[in-house]
């Protein structure tokens, strides 16, 4: 069992910046592929961006977060981190950390095995 706990979500405004910080226990972190999903109220559970096990070194965005959100995780520290910059009210959604027993999960969400409770993110126009 990997049990994930996120944090870090808040209200902001449009153009500003949040850390979101999903931490991990249970079983070796550094085994495990993260990711991170959002849904919005009434919709779908979407990709964000996913980091490979080994050295982090892989990783995906969904088109609309490239070049403005950046996965990032710390082994040491069984910590996964969403840096998000220039924030849009279309960002509004909870935000999910993921885990997969595999080196690279994807942005398919039947391939995570563990999901955290969800922080919420609110940007104001």
């Known amino acids: 069992q990997v049990q994930l706990v996120e944090s870090g979500g808040g209200l902001v405004q449009a153009g500003g910046s949040l850390r979101l910080s999903c931490t991990a226990s249970?079983?070796?972190?550094?085994?495990?592929?993260m990711a991170w999903f959002r849904q919005a109220p009434g919709k779908e559970r979407d990709f964000v961006a996913c980091?490979?096990?080994?050295?982090?070194?892989?990783?995906g965005y969904a088109d609309s977060m490239k070049g403005r959100f950046t996965i990032s995780r710390d082994n040491a520290k069984n910590v996964v981190y969403l840096r998000m910059n220039s924030l849009k009210p279309e960002d509004t959604a909870v935000y999910y950390c993921?885990?997969?027993?595999?080196?690279?999960?994807?942005?398919?969400?039947?391939?995570?095995?563990?999901w955290g409770q969800g922080t919420q993110v609110t940007v104001s126009p």
């Open positions: 249970g079983r070796t972190f550094s085994s495990y592929a």
């Open positions: 980091i490979s096990w080994r050295d982090g070194r892989s990783y």
């Open positions: 993921a885990a997969a027993n595999t080196d690279y999960g994807g942005s398919y969400v039947g391939r995570y095995d563990y």
